[in-house]
């Protein structure tokens, strides 16, 4: 990313918490939100929100129990993080705006787009809809057992991220963990975000998908689900429920992409995403 070009970081306060975020600023009157994934954070969309900054007035968030927004005991419903949304939206005056979620951003924006379309222009899902198929799941569990606690250093971190996804560069992965770990008291570089999230992986999540349908029905707003082309986050009976419940929905699959889209196929996304919010 341009040296001279970065966004502006600014606090406000949700639901009784600090959530932070950055605002690429820029003369358009268009508003795009941009909600990361589990574990993410605001600045994982920088090479996204570079491309379109001279589009739109980007913004993109830190939910809460990631980034630099706080963490809570009260926990991690998918209707808190709905609530969050509204609110935020509300009190930073983007409304009426496009949205684009990746992975828990996209779960999180069902909740909230299903009570609140009267906000959203568009509605972008990357690779996640009202619920995970079981086999993406179990692999998610799985793969959080044998996730590393933390990292002796950066190159140990960019390493390991780069063997679990050879097509992210270097410069990405690097880029990523300047705003993704810290270095903790025993000198370890781990991630800020709350572990306490785990649990929206198992049967806590589980528990949330009567709702996410539900809410996932009544969304009025242009739908696009964008799914990686070699991710299994979506079944192909998943797919068919959505589409069989929003039949407008414009459905793309990205090639050479897993489930991180963002990283995986960056162009590929752009493209899609300015075809969509030209409707």
């Known amino acids: 990313m341009p040296d001279n070009i970065t966004p502006t970081d600014h606090n ?3 639901n009784g918490l600090n959530i932070h975020y950055v605002d ?14 589990q574990g993410g954070n605001a600045r994982n969309w920088d090479h996204i929100a570079l491309a379109l900054r001279d589009e739109f007035r980007v913004v993109a968030l830190d939910q809460r129990g990631h980034g630099e ?3 809570t005991r009260e926990g991690y419903a998918v209707t808190a993080f709905a609530s969050d949304l509204a609110e935020f939206a509300e009190k930073i005056g983007i409304t009426p705006y496009s949205y684009v979620g990746a992975s828990l951003g996209a779960r999180n924006g069902i909740s909230y787009a299903g009570d609140h379309s009267d906000h959203l222009k568009h509605f972008v899902c990357l690779d996640y809809g009202p619920e995970m198929s079981v086999a993406s799941a179990r692999n998610q569990i799985s793969g959080m057992n044998r ?16 063997i679990n996804n050879p097509r992210l560069s270097d410069e990405y992965v690097r880029h990523q963990a300047q705003y993704a770990l810290r270095l ?6 781990v991630t800020k975000s709350d572990p306490d999230m785990f649990w929206i992986n198992g049967s806590f999540g ?14 009025s707003c242009p739908i696009l689900e964008l799914k990686g082309g070699e991710s299994d986050f979506l079944s192909p009976e998943i797919w068919d429920r959505m589409h069989e419940t929003q039949p407008s929905l414009r459905f793309v699959e990205v090639p050479e992409s897993g489930h991180g889209i ?11 995403l300015r075809g969509f919010f030209v409707d």
């Open 262 to 272: 963002t990283g995986d196929n960056p162009e590929f996304l752009l493209k899609e």
């Open 206 to 219: 589980v528990n949330e998908v009567p709702h996410l349908w539900e809410q996932w029905a009544k969304i």
């Open 147 to 162: 996730r590393a606690l933390g990292w002796r250093s950066i190159d140990e971190y960019v390493d390991q991220q780069r």
């Open 69 to 71: 927004s706080d963490h």
């Open 184 to 189: 903790n008291y025993a000198g370890k570089y």
């Open 24 to 37: 690429w600023g820029g003369d358009s009157n268009r508003n795009l939100l941009l909600v990361h994934g």
């Open 12 to 14: 406000v306060e949700v």
